[in-house]
């Protein structure tokens, strides 16, 4: 099997928010939501992105606070954090005004979750940020993020673009495997691996990779279904 990112519905959606929230357009807000359930790719997605659009990724943790958050964003800058939270705040705004670039935020689910309001303070502080210096800022979570981000009005109201991850299909599983693999997959094996990994794009990896392990033992021309488990 290949090693190489796959290029799929979803990371071209993707893909296509970042790009449009990259403008310079003042006054025009520059924030994308990435919707969707565990497994679908959003984190690997924004690492990619992350890496050939020269962003900034930070995942969010269980229980981060607004100085932690403040912190470990500094770090991800190439700052020496400061202690004083409007040190740290000074430090970040610094760097984005002279250094322009994306803030890819993961798994900011944590945000809500049993965290009380320094869930709540820590995304109005990334909203300020945002404000400040008008940085394009995405935002990943699952299925039902966008609900609970719609508590904050003043946030909701700053997202100009929502991407939702949904599960692959067996058209999208033969995509995948023509861009991964040099083996012939017949139908019954891209429906068996859709079927198997309900759409999810892990266990689409493992399977595809047990499927040609099989077809090298085998020596097959062609993988079926009843060639691997």
Not at 139 to 150: D, F, R, T, V, Y
Not at 198 to 207: E, S, V
Request: hydrophobic letters at 40%; charged letters at 30%; glycine letters at 6%.
């Amino acid at each position: 099997m290949r090693d190489k990112f796959v290029s799929t519905k979803n990371t071209k959606k993707f893909q296509s928010a970042v790009h449009r929230i990259n403008h310079k357009l003042h006054g025009v807000e520059r924030i994308a939501l990435v919707a969707g359930e565990v497994g679908l790719g959003k984190t690997v997605a924004g690492l990619y992105f992350g890496v050939s659009d020269g962003a900034t990724m930070l995942t969010i943790w269980p229980g981060m606070s607004q100085h932690w958050l403040l912190r470990e964003l500094a770090k991800e800058l190439g700052v020496e954090p400061a202690w004083r939270t409007e040190k740290l705040i000074e430090q970040i705004k610094k760097v984005l005004l002279e250094e322009p670039r994306t803030l890819i935020l993961d798994e900011v689910d944590h945000f809500f979750s049993e965290n009380g309001t320094k869930g709540i303070d820590a995304l109005e502080t990334l909203r300020k940020i945002h404000d400040l210096c008008h940085c394009p800022m995405v935002l990943i979570g699952e299925e039902q993020i966008n609900k609970k981000i719609a508590r904050i009005p003043r946030l909701n109201d700053r997202i100009v673009e929502i991407v939702r991850f949904e599960k692959y299909r067996e058209d999208d599983v033969k995509d995948m495997i023509s861009q991964l693999s040099e083996y012939r997959f017949g139908d019954d094996a891209i429906e068996k691996i859709t079927k198997v990994s309900d759409g999810r794009i892990r266990p689409i990896m493992r399977l595809i990779h047990a499927a040609e392990g099989a077809a090298r033992i085998h020596q097959l021309k062609t993988i079926g279904a009843k060639d691997f488990s």
